[in-house]
């Protein structure tokens, strides 16, 4: 589950990293109020966009005013607006702060060591991947054991590798505990700044929550489930109701699978073919009608999706029970836009031929990945194009 930066800044400040000082308003007129209380008519404010997307920047959703009164007309111009697919329904308005120094600090699962990792760099202030590709030298990456955490020696090995001045050791492990503290599986400060008087403030921040910790974090409910605006919003927050893993993109072919490797690889299968995904949506193990019936309506109630592509591969969960799933699932959800469906892995043979036995005018099979989302992409581009 991400976090909105005002709630990420929440949880830097709960556990003792500086931050500016800020309110979150949803209208206009109130983020003037807000502007005064902040002091913008001597120092100016800083308004921000409230989404769960990068690259508001350069969409135009974080911008300067210079007193309260500008606040007012600039959080009319950002309220309202789709950023990537996001309707801001709310703004931030943050202090300035004078800025010496950029840089970048994160700590992400690493799933396939078994741990976390530190990525660091003395160059923050842009996305980290540009400076990764420009100069991979300039990103430190450190292993992090989860047991162990973020220890002094840790912190100055990140610190030493990545070039940042000693000063932001105690923040690295500051940070950490927020991590620990939240079960978040990401934490990222980009820019984590110096400032004039030599304060390390953090200026903006992601967090992601990991929701199989939600159990034990009861005040989740109090913050995080704001919803995120806009159909990707809706639709990713419909989908958490009903236990599913989805991520809203901003193509046209909408992606099922079973398991997060699979659905990966199947976007990068159907972007090879000349179309753009408009879904990430694991059903994980799960094959029942309920299921299926889950998956399938949220991506049909996507207005984006021109075609469906069921890919799965079965393992534990054998291909003859996703094929019940999916004809069982067809009898509660009517199919409106065209289903590619392929089989794969144990029983898939018993699936096809379910599948067969249960015709459906809008749905094909696919024996390959590769065939599956050809097809899949020539069926969104026709019914674009007959729009």
Known sequence: MDLYEHQARELFDRHGVLVPEAEVVDTARAAREAAGRLGADRHGVVVKAQVKTGGRGKAGGVKKAADAA??????????????????????????????????????????????????????????IEEVAAARPEAVARVPVDPARGVTPEVADRIVSEAGLPEDVAP????????????????????PLVRTGDGSIVALDGKVTLDDNARFRQARWG???????????????????????????????????????????????????????????????????????????????????????????????????????????????????????????????????????????????????????AQRAAELATAAAAAA
């Open 70 to 127: 500008a606040a007012e007309i600039t959080a009319r111009q950002i309220l309202g607006m789709d950023i990537k697919g996001h309707t801001v329904h709310s703004v931030m308005l943050a202090s300035p702060v004078n800025v010496e120094k950029e840089y970048y600090v994160s700590y992400v699962l690493d799933r396939a060591a078994g741990g976390f990792i530190a990525i660091a760099s003395a160059e923050g202030g842009m996305e």
């Open 222 to 372: 109090e913050s995080a489930e704001v919803p995120s605006g806009g159909e990707g919003g809706r639709l990713e927050a419909e989908a958490a109701s009903k236990g599913l893993n989805y991520v809203k993109l901003e193509g046209e072919v909408g992606v099922i699978g079973n398991g997060a490797g699979l659905v990966m690889s199947t976007l990068d299968v159907v972007a090879g073919c000349g179309a753009r995904p408009a879904d990430f949506l694991d059903i994980g193990g799960g094959a029942s009608a309920q299921v299926m019936a889950d998956g399938l309506s949220l991506v049909l109630s996507d207005p984006d999706v021109k075609s469906l592509l069921v890919n799965v591969f079965g393992g534990i969960t054998a291909c003859d029970a996703v094929a019940e799933g999916i004809t069982q699932a067809l009898d509660q959800v009517r199919l409106t836009k065209p289903l590619v469906v392929r089989l794969d892995g144990n029983n898939a043979v018993r699936g096809r031929e379910i599948l067969e036995e249960n015709p459906h005018p809008l749905l094909e099979q696919r024996t390959t990945m590769d065939g599956a």
């Open 171 to 190: 923040v690295l492990r500051k940070l950490w505990t927020v991590l620990e503290s939240e079960d978040a599986l990401l934490v990222e400060v980009n």
